[in-house]
């Protein structure tokens, strides 16, 4: 940011668009000068080579094959790895800075060309030179991040400066246009006639000045959309194995039959590279990619990816397959193409584009592009390296391609991954040819790689020997036992290193364990010998494998320098020489050319993953321990007081101050400059804030804690501080910490547990990139669930925006802090991401909130929101028991509502609630408003384990979908729903008995209206095609066994049953007398559990008087022509009730099935006397001739 000045320098006399086009000039002059200083010295012979350089393209693959060529005019000469390869970063810099050059320096614009060429030009003279190549081979070989880091970040720099000047430029010219078209307009009357006759003069110009344009455009566009396809840079993993590779080696499988005839194949073809742990597939592959890249042809193209195991954004298969397009897309071969070929190229990309990249246009972008090539190098390293589904994808896309691609053109398809893919790759692939590595060609590799990581080591003292002739003993010993392994010989050399004398080495040369876990053990107990590092290592042993993108060098330092819980990071706590880390680590991890930290190989993260000896436990590594350590410190690292301004706010300074002073300029200023972006939301910023003014009462640049709460704002620095630049980790830590697990422990960490509170409380304007605050993340979430309402409850919308943590300064004014809505879209984040610790923390705040007195008037809301929270949070990953901390907050009529719910959308675990305190208002087992509310309640008591409990998911899932109103339709096709079974379905029983049958029927009797148009639809439909009709409600529709058509048949009697007696008041009496024939003929009803007889008999039967026909009718197809002894209780619930109600007709009829009972004999009671007076034809003649209406008759006829 430039500072405000309140003078101008002496340039400022004249505009500053002529200041700035003065200082282009001078560079201008300057680079142009500098660049003819250094032609001036060169021979006639070297300037034609720098004109033939010239003409060279320089993209990416440019450089690996200048590289390449230069370490061919070493080869003889020198042993030991690749030395130009270093360069590659350094001239891949220069590579991405020289089109800044061309826009920069319009008026030579050969200039980049120039510099580019004069660059290679000065190292292919340097690489002849013998006595200045041996200077640069010692800087090259040594850290080249040390030897030439400065110039790299010089460059890096430059380019931004370039970038900028660029930009600023382009807003000075935007302005003088603006002012010129200004001008323009006011004299076009005076100079339209004159401009006419030369449009007329010059027409074809124009006209050719406006192709320009039109190509200029589309060429702007299509960058944009290769751009857009991925950010993924897939070089570094290349440079890196490029560098770990011998001089001399990975060559042999040039010579191969194999190799040969996939490379000089007249067709499409596939080759797999595959092999044991640590033989070289990797490096084995760089070799060939490099082979490839230097002899291509015309119409000849690599494109290549190395899968990371420890860089999650390659591990993705859509990532592979868009970078692979994108390399051969943004290469020079396509921007050669003719005007045709390379139209229908931009339809596809924007047709990709337009379908968000889809397989589907992503395969079509493949086949188009092949078009243009006669051969297609698609190179992939570590297909083992992603899930078995993942692997199975990207080889069935590719698969496809190659089926579409039309002949005569070509791809040429080389993976490479351990044996355990062979199967999927022979299955999905046509034509496999198989390439072995860790056998006798790669053994002569291995020797030649040993007798130089040997003659290096004793170079540089870190082996010593007295005997001249151990070197040998030493090569040959490893040679007999390498089993093919390079990274068994690197690991065994280095524990040779160690030893303390020639008779030590001889004795570790005779003991040296032959497989890579046993070295491994032997490694780790070097590490441990040295007490002094066990600490660091562990935690960079914890950082590098819980990180999701590699982390610098220098990101590392302060990692390691940070303890969990820390208030400040000073530059005296960082670790001291942190490029002896490989060393500290004994070599299992390493610092790539990209300056990137890693496990040396993908086995030893394995092997730290896999439980160790008890010996070496202490370095063994488990994932989760990792993921959630890694979290911890990044609350903590963003946390520290280092960032406080960057992040708007500060620790607290005085223990002792509770008040809240807002900066209201400050937050003018922050409101305009989000909403208007870019350097004119800066100005008008600025303008706001000086036009509001700061708050009178905010204390200068201080910010102040109260407990856990957020009381004040800073009056400046809103937006990210300088100071954070200085800071490398803070990158790593402000856009990851949310996707860590945060598993943190209220009681044993409560510092860091209290930071993270406050980090969800930030307002949205101090976003660090969460996705919560992003509208197209929570545009996408909406679109998922529905509505806000489908997740937060009715009535919402008008409290989503309140301020959850309502805490007021002296003058009653709200704090600005999160919103309850961004509250719950952080639960939901975590939901997705099953992220127990940040659920459980976004819990736990809202159940503080509903804990202040001020928020009182949200309880209602709030209620729902934690009620919902606490059923659907990750209960077995919960590291503070928030259920019983939040007891006394929940709703036990809300909590077995949503319980049964959570059931229903599947979750696998809810922890035994303690009762006490939350049973005052439950009345479940009194009343039953909705079916399993029993159930649900009993499970507070019980807990639930799906696995456990299986038969309780479809039953919710079914109550749910009944309970929430949904279709007819709907609840029709849940026999297509994968996660049911019919078996399952079938067999599911609650606590109380009660099946899947009584759960639809108490939630049709519950909302019979929303399936009146149905069942009437079915009732009177004459013609229903059978290959249509699974069944009213088809829940067992697809299946052909007999007993399950029968329940089918059932089910369908049941519910028509029902519908006709609802539709007897519109349709008469009829239909129920036809549904019921039907009924009986077919198999009568549906089997169902004595309390939903009773309610059937309750909601509908005994709401009108039916003729005897029909009781008799409903009491068979109920309850069969005799009374089974399971349905004897109902059947006696139901008379006593018909009774009651005057339903003399229906109590007959259920009582005529009824067998006497002992009570009923020896007349007990008074309802002994009824029962007794219902079997006495006459007493039946006097109920059924009075009226209903006429209630007094019960009474009468007991006591008669």
């Not at 930009?167 to 302005?175: C, G, I, P, R, T």
């Not at 003399?1144 to 009923?1160: G, H, M």
């Amino acid at each position: 940011m430039i500072p405000h000045q309140t003078s101008r320098p002496p340039c400022a006399a004249s505009s500053a668009g002529d200041c700035a086009q003065s200082k282009r000039s001078k560079a201008v002059t300057e680079l142009e000068n500098a660049v003819a200083q250094f032609q001036a010295t060169l021979t006639d012979d070297d300037r034609k080579r720098l004109q033939g350089l010239k003409a060279l393209p320089h993209d990416a693959q440019s450089i690996i094959v200048f590289t390449a060529e230069l370490d061919m005019q070493q080869s003889g000469k020198r042993r030991g790895k690749s030395i130009a390869s270093r360069l590659t970063s350094f001239l891949q810099i220069v590579q991405q800075f020289t089109p800044i050059i061309d826009t920069y320096i319009q008026s030579n614009p050969d200039i980049s060309a120039i510099i580019w060429s004069s660059i290679k030009l000065t190292f292919m003279l340097t690489f002849v030179l013998q006595a200045l190549a041996n200077q640069v081979w010692k800087a090259i070989t040594g850290s080249f991040q040390t030897e030439i880091r400065t110039y790299v970040e010089d460059v890096k720099a430059k380019a931004e400066d370039a970038q900028c000047e660029i930009e600023l430029a382009k807003a000075q010219a935007d302005y003088q246009e603006q002012q010129q078209q200004t001008k323009e307009r006011q004299n076009a009357s005076d100079y339209r006639r004159q401009l006419s006759a030369w449009a007329t003069k010059y027409s074809a110009a124009m006209k050719d000045l406006q192709d320009l344009k039109e190509q200029h455009s589309k060429d702007k566009k299509r960058v944009k959309l290769i751009n857009e396809l991925t950010s993924y840079n897939f070089m570094p993993t290349f440079n890196s194995m490029r560098n770990k590779r011998h001089m001399g080696t990975a060559e042999w499988c040039f010579r191969t039959t194999e190799y040969r005839e996939w490379a000089n194949a007249n067709k499409s073809a596939v080759l797999h590279i595959t092999g044991k742990i640590g033989s070289g597939k990797t490096i084995l592959v760089s070799s060939i990619i490099e082979r490839l890249c230097c002899a291509p042809g015309s119409r000849q193209f690599t494109s290549f990816f190395f899968l990371r195991f420890d860089e999650s954004k390659s591990l993705s298969s859509t990532t592979v397959i868009r970078s692979c397009l994108q390399q051969l897309l943004a290469s020079p071969l396509i921007e050669s193409l003719e005007s045709g070929a390379m139209s229908d190229l931009d339809d596809s990309l924007q047709e990709a584009k337009s379908s968000l990249f889809s397989a589907a246009s992503l395969r079509l972008l493949f086949t188009t592009a092949s078009k243009n090539l006669d051969d297609w190098f698609l190179v992939i390293d570590g297909l083992d390296e992603v899930d078995i589904i993942r692997q199975i994808g990207l080889l069935k896309f590719l698969r496809d391609v190659l089926d579409q691609l039309p002949e005569p053109h070509r791809i040429k398809l080389l993976l490479s991954s351990r044996e355990t893919s062979s199967s999927d790759i022979d299955r999905i692939l046509p034509r496999v040819t198989r390439l072995y590595t860790g056998r006798k060609p790669t053994s002569a590799d291995i020797r030649l790689y040993a007798e130089d990581i040997i003659t290096n080591k004793i170079s540089t003292n870190e082996l010593i020997v007295t005997d001249p002739g151990l070197e040998s003993e030493i090569i040959e010993a490893i040679h007999r036992k390498e089993k093919g392994m390079f990274l068994w010989v690197f690991l065994t050399i280095n524990d040779i290193c160690s030893r303390k004398s020639d008779k030590d080495i001889r004795r570790a040369l005779q003991d040296i364990p032959g497989d890579l876990p046993a070295i491994f053990d032997r490694t780790l107990g070097r590490i441990a010998a040295n007490k002094n590092n066990i600490t660091i290592v562990q935690k960079a042993f914890t950082l590098i494998q819980a990180s999701f993108e590699p982390l610098t060098l220098d990101q590392l330092r302060e990692a390691l320098s940070v303890d969990i819980g820390q208030q400040s990071l000073d530059h005296d706590d960082l670790i001291s020489g942190v490029d002896r880390l490989p060393i500290w680590c004994e070599n299992l991890i390493c610092i790539e050319a990209s300056d990137t930290v890693h496990f040396s190989h993908h086995s030893i993260q394995k092997y730290l993953l896999t439980p160790g000896s008890e010996s070496f436990k202490e370095f063994h590594l488990e994932r989760g321990t990792c993921d959630r350590f890694m979290g911890a410190l990044c609350v903590t690292y963003i946390s520290l007081d280092n960032f406080q301004r960057a992040l708007g706010f500060t620790r607290k300074c005085n223990t002792n101050s509770s008040h809240m002073n807002i900066d209201i300029g400050g937050l003018a200023e922050q409101t305009i400059r989000t909403a208007v972006g870019d350097s004119i939301g800066s100005l008008i910023g600025r303008f706001t804030r000086e036009a509001v003014g700061p708050s009178q009462t905010t204390s200068p640049g201080k910010v102040r804690w109260n407990g856990s709460r957020l009381s004040s704002f800073p009056r400046h620095n809103f937006g990210p501080s300088q100071s954070s630049e200085e800071y490398t980790f803070f990158n790593y830590a402000s856009k990851h910490w949310y996707k860590h697990q945060l598993g943190i422990d209220s009681n044993d960490n409560e510092a860091t547990w209290r930071l993270l509170g406050q980090i969800l409380r930030r307002p949205r304007q101090y976003s660090q990139g969460e996705p919560w605050f992003q509208p197209a993340w929570t545009k996408a979430v909406s679109e998922i669930i529905g509505n806000d309402v489908l997740f937060f409850g009715p009535g919402f919308d008008s409290y989503r925006e309140t301020a959850v943590s309502l805490e007021t300064d002296e003058n009653g004014r709200l704090m600005n802090t999160s919103t309850l809505r961004d509250l719950c879209y952080v639960f939901i984040y975590a939901i997705q991401k099953r992220n127990a610790g940040l659920a459980c923390r976004v819990f736990m705040l809202l159940v503080e909130d509903y804990k202040r007195p001020a928020n009182r008037r949200l309880h209602g809301y709030l209620s729902i929101i934690i009620n919902r929270m606490a059923v659907n949070k990750f209960h077995q990953s919960c590291e503070n028991r928030c259920l019983s901390r939040a007891i006394l907050q929940l709703s036990h009529v809300d909590l077995v509502r949503e319980l049964r719910a959570a059931v229903a959308s599947g979750i696998s675990y809810f922890p035994p609630l303690d009762q006490t305190g939350v049973q005052q208002d439950c009345t479940c087992g009194r009343r039953t408003e909705y079916p399993l509310r029993e159930e649900m309640c009993q499970l507070l008591k019980t807990g639930y384990r799906r696995h456990e409990q299986p038969y309780l998911f479809p039953l919710a899932v079914l109550a749910e979908e009944l309970d929430t109103g949904s279709s007819v339709e709907r609840l029709r096709t849940l026999n297509h729903d994968k996660r049911f079974d019919v078996e399952l379905m079938l067999s599911s029983k609650t606590r109380l008995g009660r099946s899947v049958f009584d759960i639809l029927i108490e939630g049709a009797l519950t909302d019979m209206q929303r399936m009146q148009v149905f069942l009437s639809e079915r009732l009177y439909s004459q013609v229903r095609p059978r290959d249509q009709d699974n069944g009213l409600f088809g829940l067992l529709g697809k299946s052909s066994e007999t007993e399950h058509i029968r329940l089918q048949r059932q089910l369908d009697n049941t519910l028509t049953f029902l519908g006709a007696v609802q539709a007897a008041a519109t349709h008469g009496i009829e239909v129920i007398e036809s549904s019921l024939a039907h009924c009986l003929e077919t198999g009568g009803s549906v089997p169902l559990h004595k309390a939903t007889i009773t309610l059937l008999f309750d909601k509908i039967l005994l709401q009108n008087r039916w003729p005897t026909s029909i009781c008799e009718g409903i009491v068979k197809v109920i309850f069969g022509e005799s009374l089974v002894p399971d349905y004897e209780e109902a059947n006696e619930t139901a008379l006593s009730r018909a009774v009651h109600s005057n339903s003399w007709e229906l109590a007959i009829s259920l009582i005529d099935i009824q067998p006497v009972s002992t009570d009923e004999r020896e007349a007990v009671c008074d309802f002994s006397y009824i029962k007794h007076a219902l079997r006495c034809r006459d007493c039946r003649g006097i109920a059924m001739q009075m009226p209903k209406s006429k209630k007094k008759w019960t009474f009468d006829l007991r006591t008669n």
